[in-house]
């Protein structure tokens, strides 16, 4: 199937979309200083430039987007243009995303996952459940959590 916008304009199109400061990403941050969590944002430093990095729960929180990440969710659908580009551009992501996530473990990084799906679409959890599940986990002691759509 054709695209039904012109190259150029789907060029511009996908160059808009963010890798930082997205809206779960707003969301979640929002919610999480209304909580009383203070935390650093983007920190180079670290595997994966985690979207929330906490240093004082040793946590990290990564907002991931079901589309780019692969996510196994109604957000996502393999596009049918250029099939082969996209199969390796997710996948690639994929990797990337299982390599930062050994290295976050073995330097003794905690991690949650907050899936797209969670905080849009039909599968949307409530937001103050999201956020509520955030901070349940940073006042834990597990290793990792995973928040997807239900």
Not at 8 to 30: D, H, Y
Not at 55 to 78: N, T
Not at 115 to 141: N, Q
Request: hydrophobic letters at 40%; glycine letters at 8%; aromatic letters at 8%.
């Amino acid at each position: 199937m054709a695209d039904i916008v012109p190259a150029e304009v789907r060029s511009r199109m996908m160059a808009g979309i963010r890798s930082t400061n997205t809206r779960p990403e707003l969301l979640l941050r929002k919610g999480l200083h209304a909580q009383g969590f203070r935390f650093r944002l983007h920190d180079r430093s670290l595997p994966g430039k985690p979207d929330i990095v906490l240093p004082r729960y040793h946590a990290v929180i990564f907002a991931h987007g079901c589309f780019w990440h692969g996510h196994d969710c109604h957000l996502f659908k393999w596009p049918a243009t250029r099939p082969e580009f996209w199969r390796t551009k997710i996948g690639r992501n994929r990797e990337v995303d299982q390599r930062t996530d050994a290295a976050l473990a073995d330097a003794g990084w905690r991690q949650a996952i907050v899936w797209e799906c969670a905080l849009k679409g039909r599968t949307r959890l409530p937001l103050e459940e999201v956020i509520s599940a955030c901070a349940d986990w940073l006042r834990s002691d597990r290793q990792r959590i995973e928040i997807r759509g239900g």
